[in-house]
C-alpha cells in the first residue's frame, strides 16, 4: 500500500512569503505528526492531531506556524510570513490508533528553503 | 527535561566489522524507545520498537536491546548498504503521542 506522501518536496521561498505543504498519511491512520529536521539533528515536534483536532501543539515555535487537518486525513503546515531561519526539512508521520502503542511512519519531507 | 543522547555522532566501519551504537536516555518515563534508519534525503524508516529493560529485537544484521537507560543497536557483519542514519526516539506518555529524537549516529560501512 501506499506509504505517507508530502507535497512539495522542495519549496523555494522569499523571506516574508506565506507557504503551504501539504501531508497525506496512510489510509486508515488516524493520528498525524509533524515534525521539523535541521541538517545534523533528529527531528523535532511540531504538532500532532488525533482525527481532526489537534491533540498537541507545543512544539510550534511562535504563531506564524499553523496547521490543519479538516477532514482527519490531509493535513496542511501553513507558515506566514517566512523567515530564513525556517529553512528545515519538514517531516510528516501518521500512525494507527487501533493499539496502544504504535510505530510512526514517516514521509520523505518537504526541503523548505527561505532566502 | 526529557533528553536522548546518540554516540557516536559517526561511525566508520569496514564491510563486515561489526559494532554497536548507543541511544542513552534521560526521562520521566518510558514508553516505547524506537530506532529508526534514515538515508539522505528522504524520511526516517521505521527499525524496531523496544518497551522494556531486557528486550531484544532482530532483522537481518540488525539487534536493537534495551536496559532501564540506554539502548544499542548491534551491526553484525555490516554491509556498505547499511550505511545510513540511525536515529534513536522516545516516548514518555501513553497513546500516540509524539516522539522525542536524537541527534543520530552517522554510519558508513567501506567495502
Known amino acids: 500500500g501506499a506509504g505517507v506522501s508530502q507535497t512539495p518536496s522542495n519549496k523555494v521561498t522569499e523571506k516574508g512569503k506565506y507557504v503551504e505543504l501539504r501531508c497525506d498519511p496512510i489510509s486508515g491512520h488516524t493520528a498525524l505528526y509533524w515534525y521539523r529536521q535541521s541538517l545534523g539533528q533528529g527531528p523535532e515536534f511540531l504538532i500532532y492531531f488525533q482525527g481532526t483536532g489537534a491533540a498537541d501543539d507545543s512544539g510550534l515555535p511562535n504563531d506564524r506556524f499553523f496547521a490543519v487537518r479538516p477532514e482527519g486525513s490531509v493535513s496542511t503546515l501553513k507558515i506566514q510570513r517566512t523567515e530564513r531561519g525556517d529553512s528545515a526539512v519538514y517531516l510528516c508521520?501518521?500512525?494507527?490508533?487501533?493499539?496502544?502503542?504504535?510505530?510512526?511512519?514517516f514521509g520523505p519531507g518537504t526541503r523548505l528553503t527561505v532566502l | 527535561e526529557d533528553q536522548v543522547t546518540q554516540s557516536p555522532e559517526a561511525l566508520r566501519l569496514q564491510e563486515g566489522e561489526s559494532s554497536s551504537l548507543n541511544c542513552s536516555y534521560t526521562?520521566?518515563?518510558?514508553?516505547?524507545l524506537f530506532w529508526y534508519r534514515q538515508d539522505p534525503g528522504k524520511g526516517p524508516e521505521f527499525l524496531f520498537t523496544l518497551y522494556s529493560a531486557g528486550e531484544e529485537k532482530e532483522k537481518e544484521r540488525l539487534k536493537a536491546t534495551l536496559t532501564k537507560k540506554e539502548s544499542f543497536l548491534h551491526i553484525t557483519a555490516p554491509k556498505p548498504e547499511d550505511s545510513a542514519t540511525y536515529l534513536c526516539?522516545?516516548?514518555?506518555?501513553?497513546?500516540?503521542?509524539?516522539?522525542?529524537f536524537g541527534k543520530g549516529t552517522r554510519l558508513s560501512v567501506i567495502a
Open positions: 526521562v520521566s518515563g518510558l514508553r516505547g
Open positions: 508521520a501518521s500512525s494507527f490508533s487501533g493499539r496502544t502503542y504504535n510505530e510512526q511512519f
Open positions: 526516539a522516545v516516548r514518555t506518555t501513553s497513546g500516540n503521542t509524539p516522539l522525542v
